[in-house]
């Protein structure tokens, strides 16, 4: 065959392999992602073990010379042979052709951090893990214990009482522990206010530093330097030798003096957290708090009381939990609710799912519920109607949600759902995803208590 010959042949054979790939392309729907590299496009094309063999434009035109056969199939040659740009316009190009980095999801705020007070000792440290698995495991990052308000010994922190708090926080990066801690000895022995005016007016002027200062260094020792401080809690009220009435003046010195003395302790990072009890008590909370560069949370303990109290009015009464959370915006200060729980008004559920609401909305810093009778729903079994609430509010929660998908889907029903009871203490969910959980219609749940 004439040289002229086979080069006709050869571009007819290509020309009718690229028309049937297309054809065969088009047939297919728009589905089919093909990708068309036009011969500007700036990347060499997929590299094909083939491609060699075609070498027709550099064959030398020599009268006699023996060319060998050329493949049928040169299908994968359409790129490199210049027809095929003719049918590209019926072929429209995938958006895909350039591909943009992937985009991150958006930052989704965390939910807050939550725990609960069930004993200041290590055994405090072991119900953690069980109250989690009542809740159906969910993520209690705040662990809340306080130190004994008998002597000055106590308020130092005996090594052997925090050590198992401090492991407890050592385990996770993301734990919390809340201290609280009593500024004056003898903190609950009913001190008359006459004796509580001096010794405000004493640890104004430094003459318990020291203590202080030992129980910084020993946290710092301890593992625990970011503590959560709870100095003096409650000191609006009449409860506490530590209280405030006596003299606001002297007893915002003193706090300013102990903060001043732990700060001073290398390696510390501790956060004071200056919490009143919700309303007005003997005086108002406002008068007592000694500044800004010392504080950095604002908390309140709020408990349901007094009787008849409803809890629009908790929230809206002068210095309640409406003024709380405004005065820590005006100040620029995260809030908190160390205490909190049931009281006055028994096993009251609508106390309970107005107050979780709440801080669902609010978003302190941290909550920590005292789970104890009578305030409690996990350990107090007075109260099971409330204890039914915080179950199922809470049950399941983890502490950070996943990213919010781009398209809102059906929810599936979850435990907290109105109406729907939480399972019970020994019956172990599944999780076996939203979709199966949606036809199912809930979680399922395995009991382990023999055949029942």
């Not at 995938?94 to 951090?113: E, G, I, S, T, Y």
């Not at 929230?315 to 620029?332: I, S």
């Amino acid at each position: 065959m004439a040289p002229e010959q086979r080069r006709t042949r050869v571009r007819r054979l290509a020309l009718g392999a690229a028309v049937a790939v297309v054809s065969a392309t088009l047939a297919c729907g728009p589905a089919v992602g093909v990708e068309v590299v036009r011969a500007t496009d700036p990347r060499p094309p997929a590299p094909s073990p083939v491609v060699p063999e075609v070498t027709v434009p550099a064959v030398p035109e020599v009268p006699g010379a023996t060319v060998p056969p050329v493949p049928q199939a040169p299908a994968v040659t359409v790129p490199a042979v210049p027809p095929v740009p003719v049918i590209t316009p019926s072929v429209p190009t995938p958006p895909a052709v350039v591909r943009p980095p992937m985009a991150m999801p958006a930052p989704v705020a965390q939910l807050p951090a939550f725990g609960a007070f069930l004993s200041s000792d290590a055994g405090g440290v072991a119900r953690l893990p069980q109250l989690s698995h009542w809740l159906g495991g969910a993520d209690l990052r705040v662990g809340h214990t306080y130190l004994p308000g008998d002597s000055w010994a106590d308020i130092e922190g005996a090594p052997g009482f925090l050590q198992a708090w401090a492991r407890w926080r050592g385990e996770r990066p993301d734990r919390m522990l809340v201290l609280n801690v009593p500024l004056q000895e003898h903190n609950e022995a009913g001190v008359p206010d006459a004796e509580v005016a001096r010794l405000l007016r004493q640890g104004a002027a430094g003459a318990f530093d020291h203590h202080f200062r030992v129980l910084a260094e020993r946290l710092v020792r301890l593992g625990v330097p970011d503590t959560v401080l709870v100095l003096g809690w409650e000191m609006n009220g009449a409860t506490y030798t530590h209280r405030c009435g006596p003299d606001p003046e002297a007893w915002k010195k003193y706090w300013n003096r102990i903060v001043t003395a732990m700060r001073s302790v290398p390696g510390q990072r501790f956060r004071f957290d200056f919490t009143p009890s919700r309303g007005l008590d003997a005086v108002p909370w406002t008068q007592c708090y000694p500044g800004d560069d010392t504080v950095d949370i604002v908390g309140m303990d709020s408990y349901d009381q007094p009787a008849g109290i409803s809890f629009e009015q908790q929230v809206n009464e002068p210095f309640g939990l409406r003024a709380h959370v405004e005065f820590a915006k005006a100040h620029g200060k995260p809030f908190s609710y160390p205490e909190w729980g049931l009281f006055r008004n028994g096993d009251n559920a609508e106390y309970m799912r107005h107050m979780l609401a709440w801080m669902d909305e609010h978003r302190p810093l941290y909550n920590t519920l005292s789970d104890y009778c009578p305030h409690g729903v996990w350990q107090c079994p007075a109260n099971p109607r409330a204890s039914h609430v915080y179950r199922s509010f809470l049950f399941g929660r983890a502490d950070r949600p996943a990213p919010v998908p781009t398209t809102t889907p059906t929810p599936a029903p979850r435990p907290d759902t109105p109406g729907t009871p939480p399972p019970p203490a020994n019956c172990t969910t599944l999780n076996l995803g939203s979709w199966v959980e949606h036809w199912l219609g809930g979680r399922l749940c395995v009991r382990f208590d023999g055949w029942s």
